[in-house]
């Protein structure tokens, strides 16, 4: 059983943009000196939003303390930044073979040492909660199937895409979320380890829960409105496309940035504001038209290859001899690296014999 949604134009582009920003990470990561501390931000960004969705007061500062451990760190937060580390670690672990118990346990590892202790498990009992709102209170029964569902989900190998199984996990936990202290909480942790696992973190960039946190009202509007029926059961079997497609719009936004943030860390990195007229047109003519329209061919390209079209981009007009000397590669080696890229139609020469010289093409 697998929630209805129709594959609409809004989540297929939401889909696209990952594969293309994905892509974007992995060509300009050798060209961003400062990547580590981009990540520490991240982290920082995503454990701040995470809290505040659960209600727990922070700040950006307060929250980068407790991670690096500063003597004054903030006590009172440090518990739930901390728990949620330990979380992270757990489910990285285990991740390919999560069970119930584990499910259980990581629940457990969000609420140690909190006010909300007694709430320590997945399927606590129905006693524990009252329905709210326009939700009925799922049976233990109903608990349980929904999560033993989600878990076969987590380990499928079924063509989904990561993207589309995280937001499956994400709604399934929305689902009981109500009534179970920091399930949201523990569904982001889930849903970014399995990210993460597939190849869509962007190196730790992705902070889709910030985006999240902006929108919130909008998202809660989508939860709690008349799109999923009462009973749990039946909320799962209903369309859900328009909660996927409010999924895929933050998503977009996330990405939107992670984009932003790569191209103007590469732009640093390499004095783009003391480049010529020249090399400032070849790298835009990249950036803003080629990548967008190559980005599969560009991604299959081998880091010698790679590392070749950033040189040509950077450089604008580049030579096979250039290239010898800079790789240590033969001529002909070289040489076949730009056949591939002119037969992709990323690169064009110029000239004849000695004289050729490359450039960025995307014909």
Known sequence: MFPKFEMTKYIKSAILKAEYVKALVAFAEPKIPDLASLQRNATISRTKAMLMQEGIS????????????????????????????????????RLDSFEMMHLKKCHEILLRDTRNEKYGGILRNVSDGKSSGNYELPENEQLSDLTLFLLK?????????????????????????????????????????????????????????????????????????????VNSKERLESDATAFFENCAGLCLESLAEVEDTIIEEVKTAVGYAKMSPHQKNSFNYLFDYGFKQYYNAIDSLNERQQSILRD??????????????????DRKTIQRDFADLMDMGIVAQEGKTKTIIYHLSFN
């Open 58 to 93: 922070c700040d950006y500062n307060a929250v980068k303390k407790v991670l690096e451990g500063a003597p004054d760190l903030e006590k009172a937060l440090a518990p739930w930044v901390l728990s949620l580390q330990k979380a992270k670690v757990y489910t990285e672990k």
């Open 153 to 229: 989900q987590m380990r499928s190998k079924k063509a989904m895409h990561p993207l589309i199984k995280s937001w499956t996990m994400y709604l399934l936990f929305d689902i009981v979320q109500p009534f179970m202290s920091f399930n949201q909480a523990l569904s982001l942790t889930i849903s970014n380890q399995l990210l993460s696992q597939e190849g869509f973190h962007f190196n730790g960039l992705y902070v889709w829960e910030k985006q999240m946190m902006h929108d919130w009202n909008t998202h809660q509007s989508i939860k709690l409105n008349s799109l999923f029926p």
């Open 312 to 329: 040509v981009t950077l450089n604008r007009n580049v030579t096979t001899k250039q290239m010898v000397m800079e790789y240590r590669c």
